[in-house]
């Protein structure tokens, strides 16, 4: 047979392929610990049922991606590494081992051993390193594909190098990528229709929310932060944020990083040489950040008084129903493109969606009759106040927003996309 027949015949094979994916992801630690709280025994129950339990929460992108691969013929499983009891009740379940201070580690080298994934899909690019997954690769050579996501500022950029393609919702981010030699592809976040069927009962509305994070760094959320004390000192802007211990852990993590940099530096300073530096534990790492880790800087008071504990999952989703209107404000990273997911879980759950102005907003939505745009905090301010005195037009471009992302931005358009960029891939491997 000729060659290039048998390029063909392969790559038609290729094509339909029924492919395995895993993909191995952590939660908020405040959410996994609301999560136990709420739910009195759940830490001693078996791992199927605490799986099923944490995935009906919604939190994150959940089983979202694989529940709508799975619709297009994918075997695809979900690892939420740092769920300690759940992943301790698979341990024990599976005849394993017990497990050292590196359990999260050790689990998860264990769970993608055993389902032997033809596709790895990686979405915390902070606790999988590139250490770890060049691990991973060498205890299971079923792997053919590894894709990592990333979408917001990064520290040490090593670990993208160990991904075969990465994904980002972040259009700035995906030139990055690209000018530093990576395969990159823009994906948009989506809404997985099924949370609808879970929030329950309208409870008591509010006029205005805000649900989200603001942390002050480079290319974080300092836009942000203004942007919400101009709102609560003119409208009743109901907050709800992680602003307590979370935020106190980060800024002790980036304090020891910041102490790492500067003990690297110093011996390099003094004459060490950078390849002796390189193969230091720990210190070893720093030289690939290429900066000092910025600490998260005081978040002003104002804010702290009047903020609500953050909420999470169909919690978070039920508030966001339950608001007349949801305020949307991007990262500092993403100054020039609508990007993040609150566009599609705002409109998911048919609220109305107040968010800032971006030029590639029209692509997504029909700016004004599916989302409404502000440009300042004056003219956020100023729309606020309308929507609220006109209560039909309100609903009709909350409906109008919904009807636009159940059509065309859930888990099933996006998993399409997803499938065609992992099979030719593959193809091209």
């Not at 990064?154 to 995906?174: A, G």
């Not at 989506?190 to 509010?206: C, H, M, T, Y």
């Amino acid at each position: 047979m000729p060659p290039n027949d048998e390029l063909i015949k392969t790559q038609s094979a290729d094509t339909n392929l029924l492919l395995r994916l895993q993909r191995i992801t952590t939660n908020y630690a405040s959410y996994l610990q609301q999560f136990y709280a709420r739910n009195p025994g759940l830490a001693s129950a078996s791992y199927s049922d605490q799986r099923a339990a944490l995935m009906a929460d919604a939190c994150g992108w959940a089983d979202f991606w694989s529940v709508a691969l799975t619709k297009l013929g994918y075997t695809a499983t979900d690892v939420i590494a740092n769920a300690e009891p759940m992943q301790k009740a698979w341990v024990r379940e599976n005849g394993k081992a017990d497990t050292s201070s590196e359990w999260i580690y050790e689990i998860v080298t264990a769970q993608v051993e055993s389902f032997a994934p033809d596709v790895l899909f990686v979405n915390d690019y902070v606790t999988f390193t590139a250490d770890f997954l060049r691990h991973l690769r060498s205890r299971c050579p079923a792997i053919r594909l590894v894709l990592g996501w990333c979408g917001a500022p990064y520290q040490d950029p090593s670990v993208f190098t160990e991904y075969d393609v990465v994904l980002s919702n972040v259009p700035v981010l995906v030139e990055d990528f690209t000018s530093r030699g990576h395969r990159c592809y823009l994906i948009n976040h989506a809404f997985d229709a099924r949370i609808l069927s879970r929030l329950g009962p309208s409870g008591s509305v509010i006029d205005f929310s805000f649900i989200g994070t603001i942390w002050k760094d480079k290319n974080f959320h300092n836009n942000r932060e203004q942007l919400l004390l101009d709102l609560i000192a003119q409208t009743n802007l109901q907050i709800f944020t992680d602003l307590f211990k979370p935020a106190l852990r980060r800024r002790l993590d980036t304090k020891l990083k910041g102490s790492l940099y500067d003990s690297s530096q110093l011996l390099l300073n003094l004459g060490v040489p950078r390849s002796a530096v390189a193969k230091l534990p720990v210190l070893g790492k720093t030289l690939q950040w290429g900066e000092r880790p910025a600490s998260n800087q005081s978040l002003d008071e104002r804010l702290a008084r009047i903020a609500q504990p953050p909420i999470f999952g169909v919690e978070m989703f039920r508030q966001l129903r339950d608001s007349k209107i949801s305020l949307n404000t991007h990262i500092d990273l993403s100054s020039s493109h609508a990007s993040n997911m609150r566009l599609y879980e705002a409109t998911g759950v048919g609220t109305c969606l107040l968010t800032d102005w971006k030029p590639n907003l029209p692509e997504l939505f029909d700016v004004e009759s599916e989302v409404v745009t502000y440009r300042n905090a004056s003219e956020c301010i100023e729309k606020v106040r309308y929507l609220l005195d006109h209560e039909q037009e309100r609903q009709r471009i909350a409906t109008a927003g919904q009807q636009r992302t159940l059509r065309e931005h859930t888990f099933d358009n996006r998993a399409e996309q997803l499938d065609d960029l992992i099979r030719s891939t593959l193809m091209a491997k």
